[in-house]
């Protein structure tokens, strides 16, 4: 799985730089989140600018890490989801558990 992670305006903005997360690559995306978090960071943002394709098992990834970070009094946010992606959210209901934004200035602007 390709990760890009940068620090911005006191978040980790992690990327996804890939079009699928699925049963194939979800586990490393899970570890790395739950890696991150481990190492104390709390306030993380995913981009999913470039995913195109969702199944359970990345649904499943991105829901641990939420869970894990919410128990440190943390934040997950979402951004830049594809229109076929956030569907898939809102076909779970997920987009009521997720703090889904439309893009990282909304995300930074955001009151928890």
């Known amino acids: 799985m390709n990760l890009n992670l940068e620090k911005i305006n006191g978040f980790s903005v992690l990327s996804i ?3 699928r997360i699925d049963a194939h690559n979800s586990g490393e995306l899970k570890a790395h989140l739950l890696q ?3 190492q104390g960071e709390t306030q993380i943002i995913v981009q999913l600018q470039q995913v195109r394709f969702i199944d359970s098992s990345g649904l499943g990834a991105l829901l ?3 869970k894990q970070v919410l128990a440190k ?3 997950l946010i979402l951004v830049n989801i594809q229109p076929q992606v956030l569907s898939m959210f809102e076909l779970t209901r997920l987009n009521r558990v997720f703090e889904i934004y439309a893009d990282l200035n909304e995300a930074f602007n955001a009151e928890t």
């Open 17 to 19: 730089e890939n079009e």
């Open 64 to 66: 641990s890490g939420n």
């Open 73 to 75: 009094s943390g934040r």
């Open 36 to 38: 991150m978090i481990e």
